[in-house]
């Protein structure tokens, strides 16, 4: 069944700090979000706050996924419920390795007595691992430890195909990604769209758009989300940036921060 992630007026502050200033949003099964915007205006305060991040503290607004409220949820609770998040900086988890935690993190959704035998796990992860043209060994190396950039990228993908959550949220999954390893981190989101699949992608870049062409694009600034459009809106921030936003909007350009 397809889901709906709202997100209703989030304010999310980190240490006293109001980073989020009344984020809306609402993604449902079958579509696919962008959020574009500069640096440090809180695209991954948002992916953090929506998947628990303790650091990330919501002040206030509401976060649902159907009608069960996310902020209740643990972490671990949130994934269970079918929210998947692709890391900007994807941690390395030294002595796991990837094929035992990505075989421990599909059963840790599943009920006791329903988990994948290991012969569906093997030929998936190989079917899959083939379609992303990664080299097998990669599954019996440690988590990430390692991994190139381009790699942990990847590695990204394979965990949201194998995992198939509800909804996902991809942290700029093409950064630093060589042109081919961009057609192939396309190719595995394409992969999975569906109509039981709701996805927000963060990108600074128009040309991951390029090949996965977004239901609607959105603008954040300053913790807020202040244009919504489609594709085509992605394509003029791309050819003349943000300044005619920020003019139309009556914007100070002041600096909101730097990068976490
Ligand atoms: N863990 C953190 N501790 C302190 N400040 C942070 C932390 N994470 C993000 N920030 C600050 O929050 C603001 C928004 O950051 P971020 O959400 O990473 O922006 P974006 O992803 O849009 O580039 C920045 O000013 C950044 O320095
Ligand atoms: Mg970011």
């Excluded at 009556?250 to 976490?260: C, N, R, S």
Aim: hydrophobic share 40%; glycine share 8%.
């Amino acid at each position: 069944m397809a889901s709906t992630l709202t997100i209703k007026d989030l304010h999310v502050a980190i240490e006293d700090k109001e980073i989020l200033k009344g984020v809306n949003l609402e993604i449902k099964g079958g579509e696919i979000h962008a959020i574009m915007g500069p640096n440090g205006t809180g695209k991954s305060t948002l992916s953090s706050a929506i998947m628990g991040h303790p650091k990330y503290e919501v002040t206030s607004g509401s976060i649902t996924l159907d009608e069960e409220d996310v902020l209740e949820m643990e972490v671990d609770e949130r994934a269970r419920a079918g929210l998947f998040l692709a890391m900007q900086y994807p941690s390395e988890i030294n002595g796991v390795t990837n094929s035992d935690f990505l075989r421990t993190s599909i059963n840790a959704r599943r009920e006791e007595g329903q988990e994948i035998t290991l012969m569906k796990f093997i030929r998936e992860l190989d079917k899959t691992m083939e379609l992303l043209e990664m080299d097998l060994d990669m599954a019996q190396r440690y988590l990430n430890e390692g991994f190139s950039g381009g790699e942990k990228k990847r590695n990204e993908i394979l965990q949201l195909m194998m995992l198939k959550p509800k909804i996902a949220i991809l942290d700029e999954v093409d950064s630093g990604l060589d042109i081919d390893a961009l057609k192939i981190v396309s190719k595995g989101i394409n992969e999975m769209r569906s109509s039981d699949f709701g996805c927000l992608i963060i990108t600074h870049y128009q040309r991951l758009l390029n090949y996965i062409t977004p239901d609607y694009v959105h603008v954040m600034m300053q913790g807020r989300i202040v244009k919504s459009g489609g594709p085509e809106l992605a394509q003029r921030l791309e050819s003349e940036g943000y300044d005619w936003i920020k003019a139309e909007l009556g914007i100070e350009d002041e600096t909101v921060g730097q990068e976490a």
